[in-house]
Structure formats: C-alpha cells, structure tokens
C-alpha cells in the first residue's frame, strides 16, 4: 500500500497525495462527489504503480462555475452562468502554484485535469485555452452543450493527450438536447485527430450517465498517466 496523506486544510481543495508524486491530477468536483476522491485514489493506486497527488478542485456553483458561456438550462431550471474563465484562472493562477508549492513539486511535474460531466466539459474547454495540462480526462463529459460542437470545430485543441469516455445508454433520454450525446462525442472525438492530438481515447461503458462514475474517472487518469509517464519519468 502506498503512503497516503489526506488533507482537507482548504475548503474548495482536497488532496490524497503519495510519496513523492510523480503526477499531479485533478479533479473538478462539487460538495456531493468529494467522498468519490478516496475511492478512485485506491483504485488507480492498485493499477499504476508510479506515486502521483490526486486534488479535488471543489465548485461552488456547479451550472455557474463550470460552464464555459451561458446557456439555458435543459433539465431543471438552473440555467448555466458561464464562469469558467474565473475558475481556469483561479485554478491556474493560485491553484496549481499553490499545489507545487505545499507539496514542494517540481514546476514541469505532470499536470492531468479531469471531470465528470459538466466538469468534463470544462476539462475540455480549458485544453482549448491553455496548454498548462498535460492530457485531460473528460468522462460523460456535456458536449451536447450549447454551442460546444460549434466551439470545438471553429478552435483547436492545446492538449496532446485526451481521453473521452461515455456510458453506451446515456443517448436513451427522451430529452432532446441530451439524446444527442453519443453523436457529439463522436464529433469531439474526430476533431481531435484534427487537432493532430498525439494520443486520443474514445471508451464506450457499460449503463447510463449515472453508473460507476468513480471507476469511470479512474479508468481515464490512468489511460492520462500511461500516455504521458515515459516522458516524465525519462526527463
């Protein structure tokens, strides 16, 4: 078992950290996804056997704080607000440094940023601002949004490393901006190539936007870490 340390010093930052990382990933997450944290550090503790500091970056506003304009709301009547560019900031700008700094990492460290959903999306639309991250993990993530495909073919990708994952029935849906998911992500997947992204994943799982989020999550960092580990642990 790798030595863990779990510190929660801040209110919108949780941190499991091995000995020595040799990776940095986060995660956006919100109050109810927090306990999922602890789970996927196990499970790609037990797959990948290089040290790496998994964050939970935690939002505020989930519809306001992740979404990259805004857009009205297509299930619920929260709307999206369309502060994205305030969380990439804070997150690239205070965030991360602080991470480096805490945990004296070297400046050029691996830095992974992934999400769920919404927060998938926001992985996404963050590769197209800055090139900071190394790869991206964007599982179920929201590209029947507003205006992304629109987006993502009018903009090019800064990340070399993408992973998209989606559950094989969340097309099932009588809502008709979520029905058509499974083609947008086959869109943002062939924009990736592109894109001349150097690797570039597209997973089909098992069961809807709801089933085994933790897994799903895992499975994406560590396709991420596989992607980029050679020339970390080579430089």
């Known amino acids: 078992m790798k030595e863990m340390m779990k510190n929660r010093t801040y209110r919108d930052k949780i941190v499991y950290c091995a000995k020595d990382p040799k990776f940095v990933l986060i995660q956006m997450v919100d ?31 989930w519809n306001k704080d992740l979404s990259p304009w805004k857009a009205k709301a297509v299930f619920g009547k929260k709307n999206f ?29 691996c830095v992974i940023l992934g999400g769920y959903s919404l927060a998938g999306l926001f992985s ?13 993990m964007a599982a179920s993530a929201s590209v029947w949004f507003s205006g ?21 029935r969340e097309s099932d849906t009588k809502n008709p901006v979520m029905k058509k998911v499974e083609e947008c992500m ?24 709801f089933t085994d989020v933790a897994k799903r999550c895992a499975k994406g960092y560590e396709w991420c870490i596989e992607q980029t580990k050679c020339h970390y642990l080579l430089h």
Not at 124 to 136: E, I, K, N, P, R
Not at 148 to 162: E, G, L, M, T
């Open 186 to 209: 086959k869109t943002q997947f062939a924009l990736l190539f592109r894109d001349s992204a150097d690797n570039c994943a597209l997973e089909f799982n098992e069961g809807n936007h």
């Open 148 to 168: 992304w495909i629109d987006y993502a073919k009018a903009n090019r990708i800064k990340c070399k490393n993408v992973y998209l994952s989606l559950g094989d």
């Open 31 to 61: 109050e109810d996804m927090i306990d999922m944290l602890s789970e996927q550090y196990h499970i790609i503790s037990s797959v990948i056997e290089c040290p790496f500091l998994l964050a939970g970056y935690v939002v505020n506003d």
């Open 81 to 109: 607000e369309g502060a994205a560019r305030e969380t990439l900031d804070d997150l690239c700008g205070s965030f991360i440094p602080q991470l480096k700094k805490e945990h004296d990492l070297d400046d050029d460290i």
């Open 124 to 136: 996404l639309w963050s590769a197209y601002q800055t090139d900071v991250f190394d790869a991206v």
